[in-house]
């Protein structure tokens, strides 16, 4: 259904009504506000109870709800920078009026599904200020069909809930994307929704069918009235840079009533070097699309000496019960040792519950809850790897993970259907020999242990492995945005400088969604550090 783009007949009525409290906006804190607040009230053909949905820093509730879904508490310190407001829809069309009216007035827009953006920029505008965040935790409804195999979900939905509503009709049946469960189903899918199904049926855009999206018109668009090149666009493209989410149309897959998992540590003094070595050469190319084994590579202390050591944890799940695992394993993989007391068989709803590291019994109800179980100071990267990295480069990586005081390394393999795809599919282009992904992490618990210190040591990591991994461009997950590859700048864009971390994103694909872009919101109303961004003006001509 499309909407009409009512903001170009109704727009001079309405600033005639606002004329005299649009005089005064940069005299009044609180005008943006009340002049936004009288746009939406204007605009909605459904009633907003603004008491309930906008929330200004003066409110007891603001804090609470900018922090409410804030992964990375970087980003929440008194010296971020805060919105002038934040607004939370209760209807598609409230997010409608939303776009019209933060278009008219001339208000840069911030979107919120989830929080989980690594460096905050779904609720923080490093570049350009003032600003209000567009947060969309009060849409999120699940409507599954089984008979249909299908689903279509708000965007404000967690991934949890998302399973939970799918388990709950059926025992057969899920849908491949992330492991933290209280990922915002609006920005995860958006930048490819990777997790422990990946290898037997990709990602979650690889199982997105349709979607529902507020262009920057104010238009409601799906599948057919965006066409095929915007909706390849959103499937992979990164958020916030061609419209809002509203839903996702998901095909569900089938998965068995037995799926098993397990979590094997190994140290160094248990040959862990030989054996991550090991791993990276089977774990992509030779083990059953059905198994999924990442590595967490953490610092542990040892239960005798009391000295710290590098630990490898192996976590598994296996589409099916444990004999048949003990036989991939023994075949694939015997150097891990697994045994049968290692395996736990369950449901696939418990396993995607256990890789999530919910302890021991917790029911699947909890997902309901739509709540990070963990929220820390972090800094983060990523990186691809195509050729097993030697062990003297292992070595050589465990010495700098020694230096640091809360590292993490997680490791997910890749191959199966990932490597069946085309990487020009979707505009996540990191398929076809790829063996697995690296995600850096360095963690700490209070804002003022040293954070530059932290900076420092992930930067030096990261320089380190350069040599390990892909280059020309050296990849990197759009989903784990790093601001060290650059940024977008308020007054002057720049294709040049945006291409210094679009094409470690999106390779090739990079060049076609600026296309997208330029057709579909020329003037970047949709924006932030990392945003697509269109074509100059000058280069547009040269191209008519």
């Given at each position: 259904m499309v909407l009409p783009n009512c903001s170009k007949f109704l727009l001079f009525p309405f600033l005639l009504?606002?004329?005299?409290?649009?005089?005064?906006?940069?005299?009044?804190?609180?005008?943006?506000?009340?002049?936004?607040?009288?746009?939406?009230?204007?605009?909605?053909?459904?009633?907003?109870?603004?008491?309930?949905?906008?929330?200004?820093?003066?409110?007891?509730?603001?804090?609470?709800?900018?922090?409410?879904t804030a992964e990375n508490l970087r980003y929440v310190v008194p010296s971020a920078p805060k919105p002038e407001f934040i607004f939370t829809p209760t209807h598609d069309s409230h997010v409608q009026t939303a776009v019209i009216?933060?278009?008219?007035?001339?208000?840069?827009?911030?979107?919120?599904?989830?929080?989980?953006?690594?460096?905050?920029?779904?609720?923080?505008?490093?570049?350009?200020?003032?600003?209000?965040?567009?947060?969309?935790?009060?849409?999120?409804?699940?409507?599954?069909?089984?008979?249909?195999?299908?689903?279509?979900?708000?965007?404000?939905?967690?991934?949890?809930?998302?399973?939970?509503r799918i388990a709950e009709q059926s025992a057969?049946?899920?849908?491949?994307?992330?492991?933290c469960t209280s990922l915002g189903v609006g920005g995860h899918i958006t930048g490819g929704a990777y997790g422990s199904m990946m290898r037997k049926y990709g990602l979650g855009v690889d199982n997105a069918v349709d979607a529902q999206i507020v262009?920057?018109?104010?238009?409601?668009?799906?599948r057919e009235t965006m066409g095929e090149d915007l909706f390849w666009a959103i499937r992979g493209g990164g958020?916030?840079?061609?419209?809002?989410?509203?839903?996702?149309?998901?095909?569900?897959?089938?998965?068995?009533?037995?799926?098993?998992?397990f979590t094997v540590?190994?140290?160094?003094?248990?040959?862990?070097?030989?054996?991550?070595?090991?791993?990276?050469?089977?774990?992509?190319?030779?083990?059953?699309?059905?198994?999924?084994?990442?590595?967490?590579?953490?610092?542990?202390?040892?239960?005798?000496s009391g000295k710290r050591t590098v630990t490898t944890l192996y976590q598994a799940q296996f589409l099916g019960g444990v004999e048949r695992l003990l036989y991939v394993m023994q075949t694939g993989f015997p150097e891990l040792g697994l045994t049968r007391n290692d395996c736990t068989e369950t449901s696939w709803i418990k396993s995607v519950m256990y890789i999530a590291n919910y302890p021991n019994g917790t029911q699947p109800e909890i997902l309901l809850q739509g709540k990070s179980t963990t929220r820390s100071y972090f800094k983060a990267k990523s990186d691809f790897v195509k050729d097993p990295i030697p062990e003297t480069g292992l070595e050589g990586l465990r010495k700098r993970l020694m230096e640091e005081t809360n590292p993490v390394l997680i490791w997910t393999p890749y191959g199966g259907m990932m490597s069946k795809i085309s990487e020009s599919d979707t505009p996540f282009p990191h398929r076809k020999g790829v063996l697995f992904k690296i995600q850096y992490l360095t963690i700490w618990q209070a804002a003022n242990q040293d954070e530059a210190k932290h900076m420092d040591w992930i930067r030096k990591l990261y320089n380190y492995m350069a040599p390990y991994v892909t280059m020309f461009p050296r990849q990197a997950y759009v989903n784990y945005r790093d601001l060290d590859l650059g940024i977008n700048k308020k007054s002057n864009l720049s294709f040049i400088e945006a291409s210094s971390w679009g094409y470690r994103y999106f390779k090739d694909n990079f060049n076609r969604l600026i296309k997208i872009k330029t057709k579909v919101d020329p003037y970047n109303f949709f924006r932030h550090e990392q945003s697509i961004t269109p074509l100059p003006?000058?280069?547009?001509?040269?191209?008519n």
């Open positions: 009504l606002l004329s005299s409290s649009s005089s005064s906006l940069a005299h009044s804190p609180s005008s943006s506000e009340d002049v936004f607040s009288q746009c939406l009230s204007y605009h909605s053909k459904v009633s907003i109870s603004f008491s309930s949905t906008i929330f200004t820093p003066n409110n007891s509730a603001f804090t609470t709800i900018l922090q409410s009216c933060s278009k008219q007035l001339g208000i840069h827009l911030r979107v919120r599904s989830g929080g989980h953006d690594y460096e905050g920029l779904s609720y923080v505008s490093e570049i350009e200020t003032p600003f209000i965040v567009l947060d969309l935790a009060k849409l999120r409804s699940v409507n599954v069909d089984i008979q249909q195999n299908s689903a279509w979900i708000q965007a404000g939905a967690t991934i949890g809930e998302v399973y939970y057969t049946h899920g849908f491949p994307a992330g492991l262009d920057v018109d104010g238009r409601i668009l799906d958020g916030a840079s061609f419209g809002i989410i509203l839903w996702w149309k998901i095909k569900l897959v089938p998965v068995p009533s037995t799926v098993t998992v540590a190994r140290t160094l003094e248990q040959d862990g070097t030989k054996l991550l070595h090991r791993w990276q050469q089977v774990a992509a190319t030779e083990l059953d699309e059905d198994l999924f084994i990442r590595v967490i590579i953490q610092l542990t202390s040892d239960s005798k003006l000058t280069v547009r001509r040269t191209m």
